[in-house]
Nanobody
Framework: QVQLVESGGGLVQAGGSLRLSCAAS????????MGWFRQAPGKEREFLAA????????HYADSVKGRFTISRDNAKNTVYLQMNSLKPEDTAVYYC????????????WGQGTQVTVSS
């Protein structure tokens, strides 16, 4: 199993930036990938970005492509989400997730971190 802990959320003004971190522990060397999701009040959870663990292939949702960047630090087993040009509609709880195979949905989740963008 893998354990995930997010950090870095907070309050930021529109146009500002935040960097979220997700520290992974446990059986990380067998993971297929890690991803970032968000869920705003009254909305479904939305996929944002993912990075494969073996070769760092990147995938982005169209809604954040060009504004958000996913990256990882192998030595720290940590994945980051750099968020630039933030908008009020980016306000949500942000979650990181992990899985061991691409054939199934993400089944390991962090506790979430709140991001609030003020106008």
């Amino acid at each position: 199993q893998v354990q995930l802990v997010e950090s870095g959320g907070g309050l930021v003004q529109a146009g500002g930036s935040l960097r979220l971190s997700c520290a992974a522990s446990g059986r990380t060397n067998s993971m297929y990938d890690m991803g970032w999701f968000r869920q705003a009040p009254g909305k479904e959870r939305e996929f944002l970005a993912a990075i494969t663990w073996r070769d760092s292939n990147l995938h982005y949702a169209d809604s954040v492509k060009g504004r958000f960047t996913i990256s990882r630090d192998n030595a720290k087993n940590t994945v980051y989400l750099q968020m630039n040009s933030l908008k009020p509609e980016d306000t949500a709880v942000y979650y990181c997730a992990a899985r061991y195979t691409s054939y199934y949905a993400y089944n390991y989740w962090g506790q979430g971190t709140q991001v609030t963008v003020s106008s």
